[in-house]
């Protein structure tokens, strides 16, 4: 069975610029997050849905970053304009939902904006 | 608010038994998970505790003590393999939201 599955693994871009991260999960998982992790440290979420519905997404910047899900499966991250703080791995991760379950993780894509 | 805390570093003996310690603030428990993360790669589920006690998953166990918020992980028989970061990671109550520590990165050495 496929894994969660991230693209771009890897992207560079100047400041200010547009950048998307696509996201295609376990399927059958109807919980996806995004979360961002800067190196040395754990994972921060930056938003949670099921399903299609966003029902966390309070530590989002909304400013510059929005997320979509459409149709409750595949979901992309976008940031516009970049900073250069953003510079980060940006995971996704999937489960069934519930209390119990484990999140599996995609390979992360790595962002530098320089 | 949560707030989690582990030990930034570990070096143990190939062979040897190791223990990761986390402690916990949250205002609603609702589980605790470990993952192990090798550098560029993604984290990977080790352990999920919900009641107090020892889960034991051959050569990985990880205890819990809720009324410490306490956990640990325990790594025996340690391989080369097993250097990587070992993120304790606290789940709460309401929404299920997960807040990561930020991780102990075991070295181990021959």
């Known amino acids: 069975e496929a894994g969660v599955v991230q693209s771009p693994r890897y992207k560079i871009i100047e400041k200010k610029q547009p950048v998307a991260f696509w996201c295609n999960p376990i399927s059958g998982h109807n919980t996806l997050y995004w979360y961002l992790q800067n190196l040395g440290q754990g994972p921060e979420l930056l938003i949670r849905y099921e399903n299609e519905e966003a029902v966390d997404d309070s530590q989002l910047p909304k400013d510059r970053f929005s997320a979509e899900r459409l149709k409750g499966v595949d979901s992309t991250l976008k940031i516009q304009p970049a900073e250069l703080g953003d510079s980060a791995v940006y995971l996704c991760a999937s489960s069934l939902g519930g209390a119990n379950t484990e999140a599996f993780f995609g390979q992360g894509t790595r962002l530098t904006v320089v | 608010g949560q707030n989690i805390d582990q030990p930034t570093e570990m070096t143990a003996t190939e062979g040897a038994i190791v223990q990761i310690n986390c402690t916990y603030q949250?205002?609603?428990?609702?589980?605790l998970f470990w993952y192990q993360q090798h550098a560029g790669e993604a984290p990977t589920f080790l352990s999920y505790n919900v009641l107090d006690g020892l889960e034991e998953k051959g050569r990985f166990s990880s205890f819990l003590s809720r009324s410490k918020g306490y956990s640990y992980l325990l790594l025996k028989e340690l391989q080369m393999k097993d250097s990587a970061s070992y993120l304790c990671?606290?789940?709460?109550?309401?929404?299920?939201?997960?807040?990561f520590g930020a991780g102990t990165r075991l070295f181990v050495k021959a």
């Open positions: 990671a606290v789940r709460s109550t309401g929404g299920f939201k997960t807040i």
């Open positions: 949250t205002s609603g428990f609702n589980g």
